[in-house]
């Protein structure tokens, strides 16, 4: 048996991972071959989450100021048809706390994104895609040209919740204002939700998560869009995340971009003939 300890604000990123389960793809552990993630509950270590298969775990964040990875396992059984048993990982120390996007505002979980910088980005709970650490408060502000406004485009949302996601509830949520303060046009979000987007009412936007010491889940992604009330500026967003995306899919966002003009040409051709 072994077992690792670290300090706060790290993440550790599995690279290979087999440790055998009860059946094949199996989420259920044997209990002499699995790694368990163990946290301090009333000054006591306690299993959180268990590990074990050969896919590779979602990447793990500290949430406190200790974390402690035990792993537990025996040798592979005879005639065993995997040369390899166990897992590797990298950690790395944080003080982003997962969030690779943005301006961080000194060392808090608290980030910027001006329009000046760039129309069109994206944005996630901290150590997306893993699950987000506990007793987290994490603020996005969003700074817009005056004649802008960004619209927020979720892609992924699974924040721990239920209902309302009142206090009463024990949830984490999130939280969307035109103002620093609380924006009475918006309650909390939590739960797992189909894609939705929020659009801001001026040049200003804010977005929080909250988390609590209970449980915890993947948290969101989402995609930001800076528009102006002007079509040329409307454009010249769009524009830009098209950009974006042809890195990605260079030679079919160079086709789907000179279809667009083609039609655009025919379009306007029907227009001056009618």
Known sequence: MQRFLFIPNFQIKFLDFHIPAENKNATECKANDV????????GK?????????????KPIMSN???????????YPPTGSKINY???????????????????????NCTFTYNSTDRKSGWFGSPNFPGYYPQNMICHYYFYGEPDERVIIRFTFFDV???GTCEYLTASDYVEFSN????DRKYGRYCGKREKFEVRSDGR???VSFYSNDRFDKTGFRALYDYQGKSSRVENTSMQSYISGSCGI????CSLHNAFTLILLKLFTNFKAIN
């Open 35 to 42: 790694l368990q993630l163990l946290t301090q509950v009333r």
């Open 179 to 182: 103002f620093m303060s609380t």
């Open 204 to 206: 200003f936007f804010r």
């Open 64 to 74: 406190g100021p200790k974390m402690l990875l035990q792993f537990i396992g025996r």
């Open 249 to 252: 899919l260079k030679s079919y």
């Open 45 to 57: 270590y306690e299993p959180t989450e268990t590990f074990c298969g050969a896919f590779l775990p």
């Open 160 to 162: 721990e919740g239920i």
């Open 85 to 107: 048993y166990g897992f590797k990982a990298e950690y790395k120390f944080v003080k982003n706390f997962g969030i690779s996007t943005g301006q961080q505002v000194d060392e």
